[in-house]
């Protein structure tokens, strides 16, 4: 579905990807995590067209969209949402949506609604779709984030810290949603600070760091790798500490709410990564 054929980006001295490779199959789920500055969100700008790679090829259905303009790639099929929501505040929140559907997904008159109203509802928010965006609380305005993505009619949905600042019982809620719309056969990959929300749903995870990924694989083992601990946490991280904590990893991979060995990585829950700016 989507491959990342050897892409680099650079910033001036700041590294997004060096060589890097990548790939997702439809139907995937894929957490990207990594310290703040690392790259994560720019790395979605080069897949969703944001961002022109430097060298390299980004490949999204059988076809070469390395040139494609985000537009394009959107009426292909990638949606993507962003950290902090920019809503048309004055528009109710259905309008909002419609203007994804519409120019987003390129549909029109009954098609465009249609496609905006199911939205709403497989996120959630149908009951405030005549509520100005504006009024929103955090979580309904991450959920009218993730639904103006899904108007758009993706296969492939970018989430970029959608659970950042939301409470534990709001993170599940979001989890829910992410789990119904991946159980319709659209692959997700899902940057995210808030460990505990990825290793519940995705079975793949990996660490951006300099350029490149480190670790890639189940998430129990990833959060295990010690130098994705190095990265991540900041600090070396010794077989002791791994032994002792691995209890906690593994209950946290399999979506056990409350995981202690999740609560040190959400703390950075809510940290902003300008889009485009390298970081």
């Not at 897949?47 to 076809?63: C, E, T, W």
């Not at 048309?88 to 098609?111: D, P, S, W, Y």
């Not at 465009?112 to 497989?122: G, I, K, T, V």
């Not at 955090?138 to 993706?154: D, F, I, N, S």
């Amino acid at each position: 579905m989507l491959d990342l054929d050897h892409v680099t980006k650079r910033f001036g001295r700041v590294v997004i990807a060096e060589d890097l490779s990548f790939s997702v199959n439809a139907g995937d789920t894929v957490g990207i995590v990594g310290p703040n500055g690392a790259g994560k969100t720019s790395l979605f700008g080069l897949i969703s067209g944001d961002l022109s790679p430097d060298a390299g090829h980004v490949k999204f259905a059988g076809r070469d969209i390395t040139r494609l303009d985000s537009a394009g790639r959107c009426r292909l099929g990638i949606g993507r949402t962003y950290q902090v929501p920019r809503p048309f505040a004055g528009m109710t929140v259905f309008e909002n949506v419609l203007v994804a559907a519409q120019q987003g997904g390129g549909l029109r008159r009954k098609a465009s609604y249609a496609a905006a109203a199911d939205a709403l509802e497989r996120t959630g928010i149908a009951a405030e779709a005549n509520v100005a965006a504006g009024r929103l609380g955090l979580l309904q305005r991450k959920r009218m984030e993730v639904a103006r993505a899904l108007a758009t009619g993706p296969t492939l949905l970018l989430l970029d810290e959608v659970a950042g600042g939301l409470t534990d019982p709001e993170v599940t809620v979001l989890v829910e949603i992410v789990r119904g719309i991946n159980a319709e056969g659209i692959a997700v990959i899902w940057i995210e600070h808030v460990v505990r929300a990825l290793t519940s749903l995705v079975s793949r995870l990996t660490c951006l760091y300099g350029g490149q990924f480190v670790g890639d694989g189940d998430p129990a083992s990833v959060l295990a790798n010690p130098r994705v601990r190095e990265i991540y946490l900041g600090v070396e991280v010794t077989a002791e500490q791994l032994e002792a904590e691995a209890g906690d990893e593994l209950a946290g991979a399999s979506g056990a709410s409350g995981a202690s060995g999740t609560s040190e990585a959400s703390g950075a829950s809510g940290a902003a990564e300008p889009d485009g700016s390298g970081t």
